[in-house]
């Protein structure tokens, strides 16, 4: 009889381990596949969120637009954002495109050498007024600028044209003419619109170029 109680208990004991592992292993297995579905993620059809978010009511005042309307909406927006001036443009487009750049860089303050929101001169202003504007790559530095684009006469002077002063005996300065005889700068007071006939920019002027076609 204790012989046979000897072979029963590890018969039993080696029965209950493996429905015991088979237990741990269903609730792991189950546990990993709620995890994998938490973290899948979850993709609805066009018609499937229209019944989210679409109601009869809604739709009286707030019609929900088609995937292609929808579609086409973006990408007229990208168009919108990346659409550079060409150097031949009106001069409401270069106009709009001036004041926009002057909006953006407005409240910038002046720093020599600077090229950046934290500071910039005055080439880095009108290198980057075409670049990023019209497109158009001019160099660095105003005794370089002065080189680039044509020589125009002061009265000559359109929308867009650069404006060189010597502001002292080695200190040159550039700015963008605006029209009735304004230019803007990156003055040392920041960014700002001043009159050509100023005494100081009067005396000053040098030369103008013309980079716009």
């Known amino acids: ?36 579905n938490t973290n899948k993620e979850i993709i609805i059809s066009y018609e499937e969120y229209q019944k989210l978010f ?11 637009i088609t995937p292609e309307e929808y ?3 973006i990408e007229e927006g990208k168009t919108k954002k990346t659409k550079e001036l060409s150097s031949n443009a009106s001069d409401k487009e270069i106009k ?5 750049f002057y909006n953006e860089w407005k409240n910038v303050k002046y720093k020599f050498g600077g090229n950046s929101k934290k500071g910039i001169d005055c080439s880095a202003f009108t290198q980057r007024i075409f670049k990023e504007k019209f497109n158009v790559k001019i ?53 700002k619109f001043t009159k050509l ?14 980079i716009l076609d």
């Open 1 to 36: 009889m204790i012989k046979k109680s000897y072979f029963f208990i590890p018969l039993l004991l080696i029965f209950t381990g493996c429905t015991a592992s088979k237990s741990v292993a269903d609730n792991s297995e189950h546990n990993i596949n709620t995890n994998n």
């Open 54 to 64: 679409k109601s009869e009511k809604e739709e009286k005042f707030e019609p929900i």
């Open 71 to 73: 579609k086409a909406m």
């Open 96 to 100: 709009a495109a001036l004041m926009e």
């Open 139 to 191: 160099p660095r530095s105003t005794r370089t600028q002065v080189k680039s684009g044509e020589g125009i006469k002061k009265s000559q002077l359109q929308l867009g044209d650069l404006v060189f002063f010597k502001t002292g005996k080695y200190d040159r300065h550039v700015g963008v003419y605006m029209g009735d005889g304004n230019f803007m700068h990156a003055s040392i007071k920041g960014i």
């Open 197 to 210: 006939n100023k005494p100081f920019y009067k005396k000053a002027y040098w030369t103008s170029r013309r």
